[in-house]
């Protein structure tokens, strides 16, 4: 949802910060597949992404999950390569935290910045979070290498509206 909410209101949307989701901007769950809606912000804006490796609802490569939707899922690195383009960055990275099994990178010479996240082990979870009730539908567990509520309090006041 977020994804779609800074497509759409990127004049009132400073930055989004999605945690174990994708755009869905193509339904994949028809052959073919169909456009939902096209992503053409205003302007750039920063991503900082986060995705559990061992997330089974919604895999990291894309395809139908465990979870409830039974949704073909668009790919965690397909969400970030659109929003590379689309806020001009090259596709080199750099590691800009890494703790245990957390690893985050924020590609380079971009508009706005673009970050993602990604935990190894970790499923369909919030990162930092003790709490991890899906963990039998959804695999993985949860981790307190990445503090995620922090995270997102640094990247959203380091990224106030322009």
């Not at 989004?16 to 456009?35: E, K, L, R, S, W």
């Not at 089974?56 to 073909?72: D, E, L, Q, R």
């Not at 690893?103 to 499923?123: E, F, H, N, R």
């Not at 990162?127 to 993985?140: D, E, H, I, R, V």
Request: proline fraction near 6%; aromatic fraction near 10%; glycine fraction near 12%.
């Amino acid at each position: 949802m977020s994804h779609r909410l800074a497509c759409e209101l990127s004049d009132r949307i400073a930055a989004i910060a999605p945690n174990a989701g994708g755009i869905g901007d193509v339904n994949q769950n028809v052959m073919p597949p169909v456009q939902v809606f096209v992503c053409a912000p205003t302007r750039p804006v920063p991503v900082f992404a986060m995705h559990g490796l061992a997330d089974t609802c919604y895999n990291y490569n894309g395809g139908v999950g465990t979870g409830f939707s039974a949704t073909n899922f668009i790919s965690i690195p397909t969400t970030v390569a659109g929003w590379v383009s689309r806020n001009g960055c090259t596709m080199s990275t750099t590691t800009t935290y890494q703790n245990g099994n957390a690893t985050c990178s924020t590609y380079q010479g971009c508009a706005a910045d673009v970050t993602l996240c990604t935990v190894t082990g970790m499923g369909h979870a919030w990162p930092g979070s003790a709490f991890y009730n899906l963990a039998a539908m959804c695999g993985g567990t949860t981790t307190t290498d990445l503090a995620g509520t922090d995270a997102l309090w640094d990247f959203f006041a380091a990224h106030p509206m322009p």
